[in-house]
């Protein structure tokens, strides 16, 4: 079984993630790189999440809020 931390260099290394912050920029569903940040949620001072989706396929590929992606 592998840990984390290997599961997240696997991915930036596939290239589904951005090394740093995360983001997702490749669909694990379709391996497509055509994303679209939707469905924002603000608060007060700006955006606190907003969902990843593929272009291509329609699936959700993540969320991010509060200041990270979910893993």
Request: proline share 1%; glycine share 8%; with cysteine.
């Amino acid at each position: 079984m592998e840990t984390m931390e290997e599961w997240i260099q696997e991915q930036i290394d596939e290239g589904y993630m951005r090394a740093g912050d995360l983001e997702p920029i490749k669909c694990q569903w379709c391996e497509s790189s055509d994303l679209e940040d939707r469905n924002h949620g603000y608060e007060n001072l700006g955006i606190v999440s907003k969902e990843k989706w593929c272009n291509a396929c329609e699936k959700r590929v993540n969320t991010w809020s509060y200041g990270s992606w979910d893993l």
